[in-house]
């Protein structure tokens, strides 16, 4: 009987190592920055490495600026294949695995649009192959197209800002109001023809041609523009009829007052307007006059005599306060006689010159003659 055979020997078993992997996408940024070998519209290259699952190939895209800043939120799709999604906040946005092709990836963003960096062509979609067994990076580059609105708002001098001032863009819903400085931005702004509107109470644009200060600009894209708005204070005046004992023993005994105006102009300037006797005592005549020195030395005249009447203070009082002072420049000095105790006498004047202004305060006490007509020369 022959001998039995010899066993065949065996071999260990064998443990399977770990499958091939490709490195992380996020590391193929660097080589996608050095690879300049990109398919497509642009030659920002794209970057391939090996992909864990033999057929099929990974695709994702990075978009970031001119100088290399991600771009987050930006729109993301690869055409005619149903994938899309937003940039993260590195600028990346992974597709995932598709089949091995040709695929075209497009970017966009509201407010940005395709730029070129350094001569470059900077595409918003690129054309790249993704080889089975790959990772595919695409890369795409957009610039903001945003703009800002600078607003000033000065007073006429060009120096003086105005703070507090409610500034808008004429057809938006976009309104800021200035600080010390008059300045107020609107930010991140797409580009377009604007009117800029400014304005506050108590003042008035400078020419005032409207309501509001205003200023039309086009702006063009990834530009800073200034608009600078000028106004001015409105105008704040005044009339006060006062009045004074008359300083003559006979007009004392009847408690005979002397009426006068002190009044506010648009400008500024304040003065005393007076009517009173001028000539030798035998032919006086009732004249007329104003003084902007309000303290002047030895006038009884004085701001500190008692109010009769008082219009307030207001814009709309302007008006009636250049009437009086002109109807005071058109007075005919030296013509219409003047009567202390008969008329037309200080309160007679004060009377005329305050109607030519539409002031029309009741008669004060003591005031003789007030409603003396004053003669026409």
Known sequence: MPPDPTPAPTSPPVTPGPPPTSP????????GSAADSGAGQGNVGGTTASCPQTDLAEIAV????????????????????GLSGFTGSDGVHDFGTVPPDTYTVVGQKDGYSPSSGGGVSAPTSQTLAAPAGTSTQFELMLDSVMTRLAVHVQRADGTTPIEGVTVSVSGKEWHGVTDANGNFDFQEVPPDTYTVVGEKDGYDPVPIVALTASQTQDVPAGTSVQFILTLEPRPQCFAQLKTRPVDVTVAKLVGAT??????????????????????????????????????????????SNPTWWDSGTSPEICAGVDKLLAAVDAWPQDTIPYHP?????????????????GFSPSRPDGAIAWDEPVPKP
């Open 341 to 357: 105790f008969s008329g037309p006498n200080s309160n007679s004047a004060a009377h005329n010159v305050g109607d030519a202004g």
């Open 258 to 303: 002397h009426s006068f105006w002190y009044v506010k102009a648009k400008d500024g300037t304040e003065y005393i307007v007076s009517g009173g006797p001028s000539g030798p005592p035998d032919k006086q005549m009732l004249n007329e006059w104003k003084d902007s020195d309000l303290e002047r030395a030895g006038r009884p005249d004085r701001v």
């Open 24 to 31: 992380p996408l996020s590391q193929l940024g660097a080589a």
């Open 62 to 81: 990075r978009v970031r600026t001119s100088d290399g800043t991600p771009v987050q939120g930006a729109a993301v799709s690869v055409s005619g294949q």
